[in-house]
Nanobody
Framework: QVQLVESGGGLVQTGGSLRLSCAAS????????MGWFRQAPGKEREFVAA????????YYTDSVKGRFTISRDNARNTVYLQMNGLKPEDTAVYYC?????????????????WGQGTQVTVSS
């Protein structure tokens, strides 16, 4: 059974940094893409970043390019989201998820497994 467990959220001031972790278990993820999504209060869940587990290709939404970095540790089966230069508009619950659909990385409907989410709050 696939299990994704996020950690690393918290409260930070504008301009600060956080690193989110997503520990994955239950199968071999070499053919998967790992994605990070976020959902702010009253808003729809939105794509943040994704990574091809085997090749390491990365994908970002425009609003986080240059500030966020997605990476992986194969030995730990863990994906990270390093978030620098945080802004109040980054405040949301952040989720990691998995998919095999390379052409649908930005669409949460194509992700089959999800973590429980971790809260990120950026104060102004």
């Amino acid at each position: 059974q696939v299990q994704l467990v996020e950690s690393g959220g918290g409260l930070v001031q504008t301009g600060g940094s956080l690193r989110l972790s997503c520990a994955a278990s239950g199968r071999t993820f070499s053919s998967y893409y790992m994605g990070w999504f976020r959902q702010a209060p009253g808003k729809e869940r939105e794509f943040v970043a994704a990574l091809e587990w085997s090749g390491g290709s990365t994908y970002y939404t425009d609003s986080v390019k240059g500030r966020f970095t997605i990476s992986r540790d194969n030995a730990r089966n863990t994906v990270y989201l390093q978030m620098n230069g945080l802004k109040p508009e980054d405040t949301a619950v952040y989720y990691c998820a998995t998919t095999t659909m390379r052409l649908r990385l930005r669409d949460d409907r194509y992700y089959g497994y999800w973590g429980q989410g971790t809260q990120v709050t950026v104060s102004s």
